[in-house]
């Protein structure tokens, strides 16, 4: 089958974005019109007119997240490999619930999983799944940690407890615990917040004095959450510490490396992942860092439960070839394509720091991933951005971290960004009127 066809599409694709537009201006009115005046379903259209103006719209009304320039959250430029392989999964449509239905598909997806646990220094009996993405990776962890901790909780729930579970992160953990704590029926009040250090880290100190606090008080502490990559500023908690306090303390230990767990592949980046192999579970986003499009999550457990089929393990029933598209990318870049993909857009990171640092702009975070936070004085961010999206320099966002004032956000997620759109976003933000 000629698959090259839809491969060179989506390199042209990519090429056609990377030379237009980052973000859209656009109003909801605006593309209802479009929609009603074109789109009742009562005619049938032909499908050429009607790809060719889903085209049309998904050009002009969407931020282009594969942009170069696109420097805003954790979604990727995407490989074309990855494109093929949304395709065939389209396409043959395998269902991944049960082995017995899709036994090429769920090995393919186990053979992907064990190499990338091995990375992670799991061990050969990890029970890993993909999922459809971070937030289910973490829901998933949330689950099986509360059921190792007590058992009854699968059968009668939490209401059969004798004690209140509570689970720690950092104030810079990501905010889905927020919504996993509601969904599982922990509550958000459940969540015990720890403090950071000045680098944004979790201070273990603050943990074990509130797990101490927490024991006395009658709580019932199961489960710690370390970030290896923070979503706001790239900050690595103290994993090797952070182990260590949850072997002692029979805490579940949880790794949210979602974006930044694609560092375990890189030589120069994998020693700020050390410790990550102590973990009961690890989150990692193939959409995010390794470049495929979403929904591409990966949750990897130490404990193997119950694994024997698919549905067993993973928070959804019919499941999606969510996999191939990291198979078919890796086997087409090889191991060290992916590292030269990841090394490079960390250079790049470098690259943006010591430009922004040269023409006065201050560097407020310390991360060795490419996410750079900045500032000035007399910055009014949302200002600065409105500005930066209308004139179509790059695409950023703003944050707050540790409580402060709120900064500018750049993250370098594409592997077509290179040194001369750098140059280019400084050199025209030095300019920018706002
Ligand atoms: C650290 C971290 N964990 C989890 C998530 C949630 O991932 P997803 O959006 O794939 O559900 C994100 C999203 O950016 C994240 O940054």
Partial sequence: MAFEEIRSLAAKVASDIASGPIAPRVTPAEIRAHLATRYDFTTALALDDVIADVQQMLRQWQVHVTHPRHLGHFNPGVTPASVVADTLVAMY????????????????????????????????????????GGAEANLSAVIVALTRAFPDYGEHGLRALGAAPVLYVSTEAHDSFGKIAHMTGLGRGAIRTVATDRHLKMDVGDLARRVAEDRRAGFAPFMVVGTAGTTGAGAIDPLPELAQLCRAERLWFHVDAAWGGAAILSPRLRGHLAGIDGADSITCDAHKWFSVPMAAGMFFCRHPEATVEPYTSSVQWSRRFIGLKLFLALAERGESGYVEMIEHQAYIGDVL??????????????????????????????????????????????????????????????????????????????????
Avoid at 360 to 375: D, E, M, Q
């Fill in 93 to 132: 449509n395998p269902q991944l619930a049960t082995w017995r239905t899709s036994p090429a598909a769920n090995e393919i997806e186990r053979h992907t999983l064990a190499w990338l646990a091995a990375k992670f220094g799991l061990p050969a009996d990890v029970s890993a799944s993909f999922t459809s």
């Fill in 353 to 434: 720091r010591d430009a922004l640092r040269r023409v006065g702009w201050r560097i407020v975070n310390a991360s060795p991933l490419p996410v750079v936070c900045f500032t000035r004085d007399g910055l009014d961010p949302t200002r600065f951005l409105a500005a930066l999206h209308e004139r179509q320099i790059a695409w950023m966002s703003e944050v707050r971290l540790g409580g402060g004032p709120p900064v500018l956000r750049a993250c370098v997620t594409s592997h077509r960004t290179t040194e001369a759109d750098v140059d280019r976003i400084v050199s025209e933000m030095a300019r920018l009127t706002w």
